[in-house]
């Protein structure tokens, strides 16, 4: 799957990558890459800077946001 955003690593126990374009925000786990749709840059900054990616996707971002998992 070709996404148009650079992906950039994560140190994370669930998270890959993050990538961020045009407000959609690209999310790789190990199950695949998720697009959260409309998500404001500034939200996605906060994500960046987060202390654990996985607790802010998980309190900010996840059931907040329309999703879809693209195809591999």
Known sequence: MIISTEM???KSSNIISVGYS???LYVEY???IYKYK???EELYNKL???ESLGTFMNTF???NYEYSKLPA
Do not use: C, H
């Open 61 to 63: 971002i996840k059931g």
């Open 30 to 32: 190990p199950s695949g």
């Open 38 to 40: 409309n998500v404001p």
């Open 8 to 10: 950039k690593p994560i």
């Open 22 to 24: 045009a407000g959609d």
């Open 48 to 50: 960046m800077a987060a």
